[in-house]
């Protein structure tokens, strides 16, 4: 074990937590249903730590990747999802989830005791970090930051499971997708789909909000060559019509024939079954779907042979994979140039261009026609066999060169570019994904740009951006946009450019620098960044407090005369900032309609407070000993009794541009440090105001104006910094109340849809009730429920626990509900409420948190809920009966909010 000083307490707990469960490898289904359902801003955080949860996630789906079924898969990747995006609280929360799943995946696969503690240890840190920081673990661990719009196009279409000859399983596979910021997928299965791996594939990809596209190779026989071909139905897009499709007589007798002619019929290899001809091939799919889209790999093939074989399919190869990373790597397909010349020329209809290229290559051959016998009489037979039957070949489309064009005439020949991995980078073989460079972020495209050998390949496929807007409804101020920004997008052209400069950027190149990176990283001597690094929290923020005390202290006692200044100048300093964080605090939370469960001091982030007070320590002797005593009073002869305006301007300068540096410094967004520099400008005649009121309190109180000035002159820093933490407080707590609301809207609809999907279940269940009267007393619907379908009945238990929580501790819960209670339907919103009443059947409540008291804080979350339930249920009552909702203004009084009890659970 490591030195006992270091990490948090946090870290050691979930690292305890974590040996002792990846020693037995047990996972139930219990657990990764109750992770799947719950709201991880719900009665979850009384379970356990943010991390341990996640820790616990990510260590389920391993297990259940290793000797777990489908269902255990797809549960603990559900889960997983909603805890990574949900638990990360900074300006960056997808690049931050991408971080945490890799660095919980290291964790969980670790041996090593030190390693696991330390990246633990990261792991917490990651989820308040700045962006700063984000971007530094990204590079890191060789992620490319993607946009927090997730608007990038990012994408492989040729990538293999464990299902053929890849590592991952479905669910593996998709996560490993979108950690890496893939959007589109295409999964390649050989001769057939199995029904458990389009199942699994299908819905993993809808919980990641990946478009997964499923193509089936197939290997046809031309000019006694192999070819491959890839196809895929085209109306399938999701997992309920693939198993349709599956399950059809057709399709079931044509994979039975495929399954039959596999070397192994668990796990196929390689593809076994070969069609005679290209018309075999097609007669067979075509009577299991009559649209089907066709990708044609081109490994081994030359530009002519591919011109042959869009002519023989009549038009029904619908794409072209034009750029494969395996086959690049390898020099398979040396005649790509010329190869997406045809294509563009079909494409163009331009019967002209390709009428030439067509005499290009017959002259090509010509040369292989006329050339002159050697010794080796038999190969050259072969060749000359074959070149003469391309030359009848090119001859036969030059005189049929209207028929191409007609078959597609109707329909484009599109490219495909695809890595075919298989599951990790290495030399011999990329990784997975691509992304378009101009859909990245700015620090993305100069890092893909200044390693352009490696990361970026030498394609190019156009993209054009796009903004969608919606017209503004009801008044608006005039010279003001009549619409409203709904979101940005970049649509990528199905054809690549040789022409232009590449774009096409390798998310999975391997790369061995980065491999020796962190072997030396893991091998490097322990110095004093270590233990910095790991130091636990609170230690770190008191060494903080006091680095930034001592220059403050120092200041006022070296430069300072009157005794009140010179000993608690510092401490009057360091005084405002608190206030700053509290009034921040205040103006971010739930003022006036928050709970009284939830005290103020539960909005306040120590570390960042620690933050401020290290770096307003180090402007004590910035802004009074250097700007207001050196520099105005010293070297120009300005005081406050002379020039008040022009010193508190200077001073307010200089502690804006003080603030901007060190918040560039943090790594925080260059709009907060614009943001501050203002703040400190508009804070300048609000310091003048504030001097005026000092003054004439002192005058009022007959101090005389000789003494009144000198007091002023001397606490003119402190005044300053007064009025810009004032206003700086109530800027931040603005935009941290924004931050709270948008924050809550998401929970609610979130949790919104749980509850529909669980009201969907109980009205299958509950065909001829009316489910909103049946919940208003809810006695009879538990015991059914109870007796047939107990999953549902804890669906519909945890759903309400989670609202109840909601409304008892999360900021501006009570703000977003009320509103969108209002603009509901009145069945909608009478749903919601008589929702909960399934609380007040104590029994049913108790025995489901009883059961699952190795999963949940039991005591904690039993303790809550008898303590506070009777009065929840009272005030959605109140609001029930009260509320004066339909085609109502009225405002909800404070009444409405009140929950019974103000001691905290």
Known sequence: MTNKYLFDTTDKKTFEFLKSVKNTNSASADDLILNAHLHPHGIKELMEPK??????????????????????????????????????????????????????????????????????????????????????????????????????????HHVHDSYTKGRKTPTHLIMDAWIKGIKRLTVIYYDYAPKEAVRELLLAASYMYIKVRINIESIIMFNGKKVRLMWTPNNLPDAEHWMSFLNKDETVEFFRQSIEQAEDHEKITKVSKVFSSPEDFFQQIEKLSNDNRVTLNLAGLTDYEVLELLFECKGRITNIEIFNSKDFKTRQSPYLAQIAKIRTFINEKNTAKLKKAIKKMSERIAVLVNMPQTSDAAPQETLLYDAKYHAEQLNKILLHLDELFNWYEYQMLYDRWGTDSVGKASEERTGMGFALLETLPA???????????????????????????????????????????????????????????????????????????????????????????????????????????????????????????????????????????????????????????????????????????????????????????????????????????????????????????????????????????????????????????????????????????????????????LASDILGGIIEGLSTRKKNISLRKLDYRRKFYQMQRTCTHLEFLFPTVDIVKALKKPELVVERLKAENPRVLKSLVFDALDFFYFWLFQ???????????????????????????????????????????????????YRLYLEHISSYLNTVKHLTNKGKWDDSAEKITQEDFEIEGSDNA
């Open 443 to 721: 620090g993305a495209q100069k890092f893909v740009l200044k390693h352009k050998d490696k990361k970026l390949l030498p394609v190019n496929i156009p993209a054009t951006y796009r903004e969608n807007f919606l017209p503004k409804k009801g008044f608006h101020l005039p010279f003001t946009s009549k619409f409203i920004k709904i979101n940005s997008e970049w649509i990528a052209q199905p054809y690549s450019n040789s022409s232009e400069e590449a774009n096409l950027v390798a998310l999975g190149e391997y790369s061995a620098d980065f491999e020796k990176k962190q072997e030396l990283a893991a091998k490097k001597a322990k110095g004093i960044s270590y233990y910095w690094q790991f130091m636990p929290t609170k230690f770190k923020n008191i060494i903080k407090i006091v680095a930034g005390f001592i220059p403050a202290f120092l200041a006022m006692y070296l430069t300072k005369d009157w005794f009140i200044l010179k000993y608690f100048g510092a401490v009057i300093w360091f005084a405002i900032t608190g206030i700053r964080n509290i009034i921040q605090a205040v103006v971010s939370g739930d003022c006036r309609h928050r709970s009284k469960l939830l005290h103020w001091t539960s909005y306040i982030d120590w570390s960042r407070i620690s933050d401020s007070l290290f770096f307003t320590g180090i402007s004590v002797p910035l802004i009074d000993s250097f700007a207001k005593t050196w520099l105005l009073q010293e070297k120009l002869g300005m005081t406050i009794a002379t020039n008040p305006i022009i010193v508190y301007t200077v001073m307010s300068i200089v502690n804006g541009f003080y603030i901007s540096f060190h918040n560039v410094l943090r790594g925080l967004p260059k709009s907060d440090a614009i943001a501050n520099f203002f703040r400190s400008v508009i804070a300048i005649p609000f310091a003048f105001f504030l001097n005026s009121i000092f003054g004439s309190a002192m005058l009022i109180f007959g101090i005389a104006l000789p003494e009144i000035n000198d007091m002023l002159q001397k606490f003119a820093s402190i005044i300053s910094k």
């Open 51 to 156: 991390q341990l949860r996640v820790a616990k996630s990510i260590l389920l789906l391993i297990h259940a990747m290793d000797k777990g079924t489908i269902d255990e898969r797809l549960s603990a990747l559900h889960s997983l999802r909603d805890e990574v995006i949900f638990c990360s609280e900074n300006s960056m929360p997808k690049n931050t989830a991408r971080l945490l799943l890799t660095i919980m995946k290291s964790i969980v696969r670790s041996e090593n005791e030190t390693e696991q503690l330390e990246l633990l240890h990261i792991f917490t840190m990651l989820m308040r970090a700045k962006s700063k920081t984000i971007r530094t673990y990204l590079e890191k661990y060789n992620l490319l930051e993607m946009p927090e719009e997730w608007n990038q196009i990012a994408f492989d």
């Open 811 to 861: 900021p501006h819960a009570r703000t977003v509900l009320i509103p969108m209670l209002k603009k509901m339907h009145k069945r909608s919103r009478n749903l919601f409420l008589n929702y909960q009443n399934i609380l007040s059947c104590r029994q049913i409540v108790t025995e489901i948190l009883a059961k699952n008291a190795d999963s949940i804080n039991f005591k904690l979350v």
